[in-house]
């Protein structure tokens, strides 16, 4: 397991992808891992709804890297959003509905 950036913990611009049960969060904290990815397992914010209680947050910078591996080994997303803080709240834009799987190569970093 890679050791996670501390930044990460207090950025205010990131994403968040959220899946349709805690199983698909599990399995995908569990690849990341893996993979050696920059990415923290958090409650879904609420200004997000989700089937899961479960998200992960991760660099904007990472989405589509991090969104092609979890469709690759087929991990359900239920959606990506796009979070910025703005004083006291957070704003959530969906950058992606739904992840279709599609086969990619990858390799351990």
């Known amino acids: 397991m890679a050791p996670v950036d501390e930044d990460l913990y207090s950025v205010e611009h990131y994403c968040v992808a959220t899946f349709e049960s805690t199983q698909h969060a599990l399995r ?15 409650p879904t914010p609420r200004e997000i709804t989700a089937d899961c209680g479960l998200s992960i947050k991760m660099r904007c910078e990472e989405r589509e890297a991090i969104q092609e591996t979890l469709a690759a080994h087929r991990v359900k997303v239920q959606g990506i959003y796009e979070m910025a803080r703005e004083s006291k709240h957070s704003r959530a834009v969906r950058v992606l509905a739904e992840i279709r799987s599609k086969r990619v190569t990858l390799e351990k970093k």
């Open 28 to 42: 995908a904290e569990m690849l990341l891992n893996w993979l050696g990815c920059q990415f923290i397992v958090i």
